[in-house]
């Protein structure tokens, strides 16, 4: 296929050159991005007298065409051609002849790549944004079942204080809430920038109608700097930033999977469907969906780290460096998608051993904060000096290899006069949690207001 910048060379390209320097596997899934910024640009270019109105009517057409043909596998892309923008031009100008040759007009390869990037990208943005929701329904659902179920809640991975299942499930609803506005930002600052008709960098001689291009392709602005248009990657780095995010909270809720699924810990049991066995060892389980999620986390950390040092030293305005934007973000976006699309599922077959977390969690002395403020609330005591009490009290129950329940009243009054029966009651597990009902608590009633309120902010999102 001819190249689009034949003129002034001599001599051909050699063929290695021309397979390094072509982009046609990566960015030909932009079809459809490349042929509706075509149609809004032929259509600009109709109404402001630029090209005449027959022409248009063909160009129309034939990137109709084309695109019914790509979209039905009657066309495929030439594997040939530079790049997606080459390969839809050149076939334009195959069907319409000098028609075809006039959609160029007042425009370049760098804005058009720009606009087409942007696009792809919106419709990206939306389609993870809605395996983002999916996951954070799973983590509803199955919070909504376990809003009372017990567990030991951690910290440094040591057993701190008792909470709800429930809680512990919304944390990570609330950490991808997050990310949906992030999602949702990166795309609106995205959206605001129309650089289509700054040209190669400095604009054109032309009488083009940015704003009917804006408008036709959703675009909410137009970029006002014609350099910045068409060398302004931000909008990438911050979508990747985004997904990088995302993957971190994705991969830490795989961790806990992963441990709560061993038979050290015994809290949940992922489904058949999403684990696989052993070669080797019949009576292997393995949680490798979770484990592969938590790994191709790196891989999407490596696709933004590639993206930062390909523009961190770029003068203006376009280079051939910027090529490599898209196989990054597109793979970044690939593997995210991937990685939520098996986790809801995951999520929602998940079972729940809430006996083995409420054994869990009495064990480990969890509910001795709560004797403190039982000290401090009931009996004025000083919280640093019940601290001190209370810690002596578990030091006596770790010799003794009982917990704080189990040691007896008597042992509590050596330990300080202050100390009555009520104490067991400030104890119970179940109690402990219900008195957690600060805004933001685990208690079961906490755990129904945050329920309510995701399920606003998903609404109205």
């Not at 008709?197 to 014609?226: K, Q, W, Y």
Request: with cysteine; charged share 25%; net charge negative.
């Amino acid at each position: 296929m001819a190249r689009l910048w034949e003129g002034r060379a001599g001599s051909p390209t050699d063929a290695a050159a021309d397979d390094f320097n072509a982009s046609i596997r990566v960015d030909s899934r932009m079809y459809r991005q490349d042929i509706r910024g075509s149609m809004a640009h032929a259509a600009m270019l109709g109404a402001q007298g630029i090209v005449p109105p027959e022409a248009v009517e063909e160009i129309l057409a034939g990137l109709e065409e084309i695109l019914k043909e790509l979209d039905s596998g009657a066309l495929t892309v030439d594997p040939e051609a530079e790049d997606i923008h080459s390969f839809v031009e050149a076939e334009l100008t195959k069907r319409k002849g000098d028609a075809g040759r006039m959609l160029h007009t007042a425009r370049s390869r760098n804005d058009q790549v720009a606009v087409d990037t942007r696009l792809y990208l919106r419709s990206r943005v939306s389609e993870t944004r809605g395996k983002v929701r999916a996951v954070i329904s799973a983590l509803m659902a199955q919070a909504e079942a376990n809003r009372g179920t017990v567990m030991p809640g951690y910290t440094h991975l040591q057993r701190a204080q008792p909470i709800t299942f429930g809680h512990q499930l919304l944390a990570y609803a609330w950490m991808l809430l997050r990310d949906l506005g992030r999602l949702k930002d990166a795309a609106a600052r995205m959206d605001s920038q129309n650089p289509l008709g700054a040209c190669a960098l400095a604009g054109t001689s032309h009488p083009i109608d940015r704003e009917m291009t804006a408008r036709e392709l959703g675009f909410t602005g137009v970029s006002l700097n014609s350099l910045d248009a068409v060398s302004d990657r931000d909008f990438i780095l911050e979508l990747a930033s985004s997904l990088a995010i995302l993957m971190t909270h994705l991969s830490r809720l795989s961790e806990e999977l992963i441990l709560w699924s061993s038979w050290e810990f015994k809290f949940i049991e992922l489904s058949d469907a999403w684990t696989t066995g052993s070669s080797i060892m019949p009576q292997k389980k393995n949680p490798d969906m979770a484990e592969l999620i938590r790994g191709k986390t790196g891989r999407v950390y490596g696709d933004l780290m590639g993206l930062l040092t390909v523009m961190k030293g770029l003068p203006l305005a376009y280079n051939k460096d910027m090529q490599e934007d898209k196989e990054a973000i597109f793979d970044a976006f690939d593997t995210a998608d991937a990685c939520l699309g098996v986790l809801a599922p995951m999520l929602e077959s998940m079972k729940v051993n809430g006996d083995n977390m409420r054994r869990a969690a009495a064990m480990g002395f969890i509910n001795a904060t709560d004797l403190a403020d039982w000290l401090v609330e009931k009996k004025g005591v000083p919280f640093r000096t019940a601290y001190k009490l209370v810690g002596q009290l578990v030091g006596k129950c770790v010799k003794e290899g009982v917990t704080l329940e189990e040691l007896p009243l008597e042992a509590y009054r050596e330990a300080s006069p202050v100390f009555d029966a009520d104490l067991y009651n400030a104890l119970d597990l179940d109690a402990c949690v219900l008195r957690r009902s600060s805004l933001g608590g685990t208690a079961p009633e906490q755990v129904d207001r945050q329920l309510e309120a995701l399920r606003s902010r998903l609404e109205t999102d």
